[in-house]
């Protein structure tokens, strides 16, 4: 089955500052990578997706990159503020079970 | 903006009983998924649901676990006789279209096992 690897577990950054999680994958068939924020106590919510026939997705301050090649991708964030702390969950799939990684606690210090 | 509901928000429960945790998915969506949640770890892959049966699950969804669409919105996940390790916090999503994509999560159940 699917084994996703995420890195760090923590991130500090300062307000401004951009921040970078990278996550590796073992199925090459995966072909749907999802990013999910999820606050304390909170749902997981989706922030942004990517599929294997892309390499690159922006949305805002966000963006999601893809190496099908190396079986990794990565999220950015740009211009940090502190409502961005949260734990950040990539995820990996080629069906409809996702499997995530073990999630990157993200803080932003003002 | 639709959302997805769970009952209830947080449930305990003593070891060996049953417990039946409830979620109604977004209303056009047709596949429907469990995860759970031990504290401080990743999501986990439960079960996904579509046309009411079971289209995969995962190695945790053992015979202690069952799930059902009793009705035309809710979609449940029965634990038939809890152990301590069950205690997590649940969360159901459902999703619009086939094959991969977006799913949407509910705000969860915390299980409590005592």
């Known amino acids: 089955g699917e084994n996703v690897e995420q890195h760090p577990s923590t991130l500090s950054v300062q307000e401004g500052d951009s921040a970078v999680i990278k996550c590796t994958y073992s199925?090459?068939?995966?072909?749907?990578f999802p990013w999910y924020k999820q606050e304390l106590g909170k749902r997981p919510q989706l922030i942004i997706d990517?599929?294997?026939?892309?390499g690159e997705k922006k949305d805002q301050r966000i963006a999601v990159t893809l190496n099908k090649t190396a079986k990794h991708f990565s999220l950015h964030i740009t211009e940090t503020q502190p409502e961005d702390s949260a734990v950040y969950f990539c995820?990996?799939?080629?069906?409809?079970?996702?499997?995530f990684g073990s999630g990157t606690q993200l803080t932003v210090l003002p | 903006e639709p959302e997805v509901t769970q009952t209830p928000s947080h449930q305990v429960t003593q070891m060996g009983q049953e417990v039946i945790l409830r979620c109604v998915p977004i209303?056009?969506?047709?596949?429907f998924y469990w995860y759970r949640q031990i504290l401080g770890q990743k999501v986990e892959f439960l079960v996904s649901?579509?046309?009411?049966?079971?289209?995969?699950k995962s190695e945790i969804f053992d015979d202690q676990f069952s799930v059902e669409r009793p009705d035309g919105s809710n979609f449940t996940l029965k634990i038939r006789s809890t152990k301590l390790e069950d205690s997590a916090m649940y969360f159901c999503?459902?999703?619009?279209?086939?094959?991969?994509?977006?799913?949407?999560f509910g705000p969860g159940t915390r299980l409590t096992v005592t």
């Open positions: 999503a459902s999703s619009a279209r086939q094959g991969p994509g977006e799913q949407y």
């Open positions: 649901f579509y046309n009411n049966e079971i289209s995969e």
């Open positions: 209303s056009n969506h047709l596949y």
């Open positions: 995820a990996a799939t080629n069906a409809r079970q996702l499997t």
């Open positions: 990517i599929r294997s026939n892309v």
């Open positions: 199925d090459s068939a995966s072909n749907y």
